[in-house]
């Protein structure tokens, strides 16, 4: 027999985008403020534990059909990538650079290479907690 999960599954979907919401203000703060690709990763992966926890694994991978250890490895390597791009500039490894852009609808911004290893950082933390959690659950 199936528990009544009604009330527990209504919040989630609520809870989890509110969740998500600010694990990408998280993200994109982190440059000049606290947060960034780790405190962003951690926050996506704990909405979706939160989505494993209200539904069954197999309904969530039916919504969010992800590898989740495809998604570490390809955060590593956008995160050392973004490293030894630095080293084409004949800088040090890790160097990073910036400039301020007029876009569209944003108007002038600062677009930086540390958002990219931000990026990566967070598909490592996604990818490495999230496997973490299925493992542990004994369905990975």
Known sequence: MKPNDVILQTVTKVVTFIILTFAVYLFLAGHHEPGGGFIGGLVITSGLTLLYLAFDIESVRQGVPVDFKIVAA????????????SLLFDSPFLSQTY??????????????????????????????????????????
């Not at 852009?101 to 598909?123: H, K, M, Q, R, S």
């Open 74 to 85: 390809v955060g590593v390597f956008i995160a050392v990538a973004t490293g030894m791009g």
């Open 99 to 140: 400039g301020y852009y007029n876009l569209p609808i944003f108007g002038e911004t600062e677009l930086a290479t540390a958002v990219l290893f931000d990026l990566g950082v967070a598909l490592a933390v996604v990818g490495t907690g999230v496997t973490i959690i299925l493992s542990i659950s004994g369905d990975a």
